[in-house]
C-alpha cells in the first residue's frame, strides 16, 4: 500500500506564510502525479494546485501568485509553499497523489489524512 503524510500546519496571521510538506511511501514503482486539494468549513474539497512527474503545475485561480508548488522525486515528497495568506485560505490541506505499485505496475490514487491550515489575526 501507499500511504501519504502531511505536515507543516497550524495557525498563521492574515499575510503570514507556511509550508505544507507531503511524504509518501509504501510500495511505490513511481509517482504520477501530486497535489494539494483543500475543504473549509460546509463547503467541498477543492483543488488548490498539481504537479506531474515532468514538473508541470496548475493552480486554482484563488491561489495564483501566492502559493507555490514543487516536489522531489527522490524523496516521494510534495511541498506547497503558501505566501500571503488570507483568511479564506482556512480550511484542511489534503495531500493527493497517483502512481504505479510496485512490483506488478498497478495504478494507484491515495490520499493523506490532512493538516489544519488557520488563518487569523
Known amino acids: 500500500q501507499v500511504q501519504l503524510v502531511e505536515s507543516g500546519g497550524g495557525l498563521v496571521q492574515p499575510g503570514g506564510s507556511l509550508r505544507l510538506s507531503c511524504a509518501a511511501s509504501g510500495s511505490i514503482f513511481s509517482i504520477y502525479t501530486m497535489g494539494w486539494y483543500r475543504q473549509a468549513p460546509g463547503k467541498q474539497r477543492e483543488l488548490v494546485t498539481t504537479i506531474t512527474s515532468g514538473g508541470s503545475t496548475n493552480y486554482a485561480d484563488s491561489v495564483k501568485g501566492r502559493f507555490t508548488i514543487s516536489r522531489d522525486n527522490a524523496e516521494n515528497t510534495v511541498y506547497l509553499q503558501m505566501n500571503s495568506l488570507k483568511p479564506e485560505d482556512t480550511a484542511v490541506y489534503y495531500c493527493?497523489?497517483?502512481?504505479?505499485?510496485?512490483?506488478?505496475?498497478?495504478?494507484?490514487?491515495?490520499w493523506g489524512p490532512g493538516t489544519q491550515v488557520t488563518v487569523s489575526s
Open positions: 493527493n497523489a497517483n502512481g504505479q505499485r510496485r512490483p506488478n505496475k498497478e495504478y494507484w490514487n491515495t
